[in-house]
């Protein structure tokens, strides 16, 4: 018993040694990589890449966009068959503000949780606004005499997608601020 305990000391001694780190943290340590300038050349060559693909703009744009509680892929001339009651009229044009994605072939802008305001611009126009098809919502209780038919019919909001554009450069200021 002497014998056992004798050497759960030592291994104990083994990791409370200097500055009360054990061996596992030591090797970490002495293994870490150290932070060269590289690091950032790197991030600013990726930078200038993108800002870049971003002037050429040689392929169709893209965006995720939170719109009414829900997440929609759109490009451009897309229709979105939006549920729900929705204030703006027919013919309105509006600007999709939470954009939660942008991405072309070669790129892609990740927001956190949305990509920087000014930098994505999603125009869309109200097309139409109108009743959904009629859904039948039907109760039965068997052996009960219970039987309920109810017809729904929901309100809908049809918009097209006019452009998808990727306005500045990555890391400037926004052009148009709010």
Not at 123 to 147: D, N, P, V, W
Request: net charge positive; hydrophobic share 40%.
């Amino acid at each position: 018993m002497s014998f056992f305990r004798a050497g759960l000391q030592k291994l104990a001694s083994v990791f409370r040694s200097s500055n009360q780190c054990g061996i596992l943290s030591k090797s970490i340590t002495n293994n870490a990589p150290v932070a060269t300038q590289y690091v950032s050349n790197t991030a600013s060559d990726i930078i200038t890449s993108c800002n870049k693909l971003i002037e050429e703009r040689s392929s169709r744009n893209f965006a995720i966009v939170h719109l009414l509680g829900k997440q929609w892929r759109v490009t451009d001339g897309d229709l979105l068959v939006v549920e729900g009651y929705w204030p703006p009229n027919i013919g309105d044009k509006i600007t999709l503000d939470k954009v939660l994605l942008a991405a072309t072939k070669d790129l892609s802008l990740i927001g956190r949780p949305i990509v920087q305001p000014g930098l994505v611009t999603v125009t869309a126009t109200i097309i139409s606004k109108g009743l959904s098809h009629t859904r039948t919502h039907f109760k039965k209780k068997r052996r009960k005499q219970f039987m309920r038919i109810n017809f729904q019919r929901a309100q809908q909001t049809i918009l097209r997608i006019n452009s998808v554009v990727i306005n500045n450069k990555i890391n400037e200021p926004a052009n148009n601020v709010f």
